[in-house]
């Protein structure tokens, strides 16, 4: 049981190129999360999706596309990276209930110059 | 729209001391208070989850209150160790719409030095 787990760790980016990151979670959760974490801002919500084949806008939305085609997995788009992107990015999961918490993958540190 | 605000931003205490974390909320409309650690470098460890309906919720040398009335949260720390030292996150579920969203503070990075 891995939990959730991000990929890549690390990336470099120069401006206007594109990347996606992935995330997969192995507990059968519905719900699931992009986050992006700056310093001093703690964390943002930039997407998340409700269930399979649904996706939604959160906090900060501009910039990112993400589709959930599967149910264990949730991937964020960049198509066209700006150095304001630069962020640790971060994954998270739950299931149905008020009284669940969110499981957190180890995050993606994104550098765009 | 839900503000979350934590007080400090920073604390450096010596080992073996009592301490609390504050989280404040401006919208008591949530489903829950999530208090979260974060070491350099990682993702996020729950530590513990309040529900509305609650007032306090207790692991080890950990006790988180709420009073949701006055949008209000604290996280007591026991007889600190070096090993609590990491950034202290306060999140609230908000429970307006159908999604289940956090709103975090900006966190409390504590050092326990030994």
């Known amino acids: 049981n891995a939990g959730v787990t991000q990929t890549p760790k690390f990336r470099v980016l120069k401006t206007g190129q594109s990347m996606t990151l992935l995330c997969a979670q192995d507990m059968n959760h519905e719900y699931m999360y992009w986050y992006r974490q700056d310093p001093g801002m703690g964390l943002r919500l930039i997407h998340y999706s409700v269930g399979e084949g649904t996706t939604a806008k959160g906090e900060v939305p501009d910039g990112y596309n993400v589709s959930r085609l599967k149910k264990q997995n949730f991937l964020l788009g960049l198509e066209s990276a700006a150095p304001s992107q630069t962020s640790v990015y971060f994954c998270?999961?739950?299931?149905?209930?008020?009284?669940?918490?969110?499981?957190f993958g180890p995050g993606t540190r994104l550098l765009v110059l | 729209k839900q503000e979350v605000t934590q007080i400090p931003a920073a604390l450096s205490v010596p080992e073996g001391e009592n301490l609390v974390l504050n989280c404040s909320f401006t919208?008591?409309?949530?489903?829950?208070l999530q208090w979260f650690r974060q070491d350099p470098g990682k993702g996020l460890t729950s530590l513990l989850l309040?529900?509305?309906?609650?007032r306090e919720q207790t692991s080890g040398r950990l006790n988180a209150s709420l009073d949701k009335s006055s949008g209000r949260s604290t996280l007591y720390i026991a007889a600190s160790q070096p090993g609590d030292s990491a950034t202290y996150l306060c999140a609230v579920m908000g429970a307006r719409g159908s999604a289940r969203q956090l709103t975090f503070g900006s966190g409390t990075q504590l050092t326990v030095l030994p």
């Open positions: 309040i529900q509305s309906s609650q």
């Open positions: 998270a999961s739950n299931t149905w209930g008020r009284q669940e918490t969110q499981y």
């Open positions: 919208d008591s409309a949530i489903y829950n």
